[in-house]
């Protein structure tokens, strides 16, 4: 068993800025000024937790079992994977698809994530690929599932998530078990000894703690892969309406979106003077085209710098000075669109039953005098 306050008081000590959500799980998050670096550092980095932690034990003696719609079973020990695979590092911006739930009106169900619930790391492990292929994948394998030993809170029998992937995304050779986070072993609270790594998915995706694949002859079925978890309406639900989980599909490509990292709310700007305004801009699977920056609330637009980012699943740096209005209150918006022409939605984003995927442009207000 593990001492929730030791877990807690751990978290506090290296994750020092991170703001709690009020939960019996483990769930916080920065505020965005913490995240304004082009690598995050654990430090900063928020943690979402659906169910206990689990105790892990040694990190050496883990290990990851595939099964399923596969030739051969295997169990691989971490000496092994990492003898027996190529190492790679893939920089990858990891998201809660809850990320600006608290944003939505009417309010949902879910942890009431601020703006906080993403960052970018340098990911190291072996290829789920290059795994899965060792055990011979058979053609009627549509699906991964998989397994972690974490457990819900209201009732320790279920698994707390167990989640997967679609094949051709499991084959991505950019989806990783890693092992590594910022040159570092995977920390616990990020699901050391090892976890998925599935860029441009919702972090639903990136199951932690993992210790088995099944490979599935169907969309895998297991915790929170059902009726509203994690799926989006195919079509618009208003508040209220009655919902079928027919009508819900698994969220896969997660939006184009940005953060505005400076300044952070409640700014003073010298009226009449410039503002730089600075954050970073991201998207699922479609690249990340311009960004423009408003201070008057959206009324005047400027476009802003985009840095390149460290390969195609990193967030890239957008930054921009613009001319600060006479004195009064102010507003800076940012809005991305990507390569396809898609952006980021003014006021709100499409409403859901559990508050995912909201996109809608963030606002940071202050004042000019
Ligand atoms: N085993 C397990 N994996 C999990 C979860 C979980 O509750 N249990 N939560 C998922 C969700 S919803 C998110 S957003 C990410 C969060 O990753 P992090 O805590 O490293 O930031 O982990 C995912 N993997
Ligand atoms: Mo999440």
Redesign the pocket.
């Known amino acids: 068993m593990r001492d929730d306050a030791a877990d807690r008081a751990e978290l506090a000590r290296i994750k020092p800025g991170l703001v709690l959500h009020a939960d019996a799980?483990l769930n916080g998050e920065p505020l965005p000024a913490m995240l304004d670096a082009p690598i995050t550092p654990v430090s900063a980095?928020?943690?979402?937790?659906?169910?206990t932690l689990?105790d892990v034990g040694d990190a050496e003696g883990w290990r990851l079992r595939i099964d399923g719609e596969v030739e051969t079973d295997r169990v691989w020990s971490m000496a092994a994977l990492r003898q027996s695979f190529e190492t790679v590092t893939v920089t990858a911006v990891?998201?809660?698809?809850?990320?600006g739930r608290s944003l939505f009106t009417p309010a949902t169900d879910g942890v009431p994530w601020g703006l906080g619930?993403v960052?970018c790391a340098r990911w190291t492990g072996v290829r789920l690929r290059d795994v899965l292929l060792a055990s011979g994948v058979r053609p009627s394998a549509v699906y991964t599932g998989?397994?972690?030993?974490?457990r819900q809170i209201s009732d320790p029998s279920r698994?707390?998530?167990?989640?997967g992937l679609p094949i051709a995304k499991a084959l991505d050779p950019d989806t990783l078990i890693a092992f590594g986070?910022n040159g570092e072993p995977l920390p616990l609270?990020?699901?050391g000894p090892l976890?998925?790594v599935a860029p441009g998915y919702?972090?639903?995706?990136?199951?932690?703690?993992?210790d088995r694949i099944a490979l599935r002859p169907h969309e895998h079925d297991g915790e929170?892969m059902q009726g509203t978890n994690?799926r989006i309406p195919l079509r618009h639900v208003a508040p209220g309406e009655p919902i079928s989980p027919d009508g819900f599909a698994v969220i896969t490509d997660m939006p184009v979106k940005s953060l505005v990292t400076a300044p952070a709310p409640g700014f003073v700007a010298p009226a009449g003077g410039v503002i730089d305004v600075g954050g970073f801009a991201w998207s699922g699977s479609t690249p990340v085209a311009s960004v423009r920056v408003s201070a008057d609330g959206g009324r005047g637009w400027q476009d802003a710098a985009l840095a390149p980012g460290e390969g195609a699943y990193a967030w890239r740096r957008f930054a921009v000075t613009l001319p600060v209005p006479s004195a009064g209150p102010m507003q800076i918006v940012a809005q991305v669109r990507d390569v396809a022409g898609q952006f980021q939605p003014l006021d709100a984003a499409p409403w859901n039953p559990r508050g995912y995927c909201n996109n809608q442009a963030q606002r940071v207000d202050g004042v000019a005098r």
Not at 94 to 99: D, I, K, T, V, Y
Not at 146 to 150: I, M, W
Not at 159 to 163: E, F, G, N, T, W
């Open positions: 799980a980095f928020f943690i979402r937790n659906n169910g689990p990891l998201e809660c698809a809850g990320n619930a960052g998989h397994y972690a030993p974490d698994p707390a998530l167990s989640r986070m609270l990020h699901g976890r998925i919702p972090g639903s995706a990136w199951q932690k703690w993992l929170k994690y």
